[in-house]
């Protein structure tokens, strides 16, 4: 059974940095992604960040620059280094995880509970 468990969330000023934590259990790593998602209030979730098991990552321009995503393939660990916070990156961020199937990826199959990052002026 796979379980992806954030934490690391929590309350920071406008310039501050956080940084999340995914830890993944019963995961088969692979060719397939994992990344980040975030849900502002009232709005609908959105992409983040994605990152492949060699390594290589992709961002969504808000945050271009600014975060940076990682996987500890030793311990089976997501993260979101997040520096430079603004007020708008406030929302619940949430990990999240393709399921590899049959030589392919099943988008986003497997996610998270999330947890809230709220940042203030």
């Known amino acids: 059974q796979v379980r992806l468990v954030e934490s690391g969330g929590g309350s920071v000023q406008s310039g501050g940095s956080l940084k999340l934590s995914c830890a993944a259990s019963?995961?088969?790593?692979?060719?397939?992604?994992m990344g980040w998602y975030r849900q502002a209030p009232g709005k609908e979730r959105k992409l983040v960040s994605r990152?492949?098991?060699?390594?290589?990552?992709r961002y969504e321009d808000p945050v271009k620059g600014r975060f940076t995503i990682s996987l500890d393939n030793a311990t089976n660990t997501l993260y979101l280094h997040m520096n430079s916070l603004r007020t708008d990156d406030t929302a619940v961020y949430y990990c999240?995880?393709?399921?590899?199937?049959?030589?392919?990826?099943?988008?986003?199959?497997?996610w998270g509970q999330g947890t809230q990052v709220t940042v203030s002026s």
């Open positions: 999240a995880a393709d399921r590899p199937r049959e030589g392919r990826c099943v988008k986003w199959e497997y």
């Open positions: 019963g995961y088969i790593f692979s060719s397939c992604e």
């Open positions: 990152i492949r098991h060699d390594g290589t990552s």
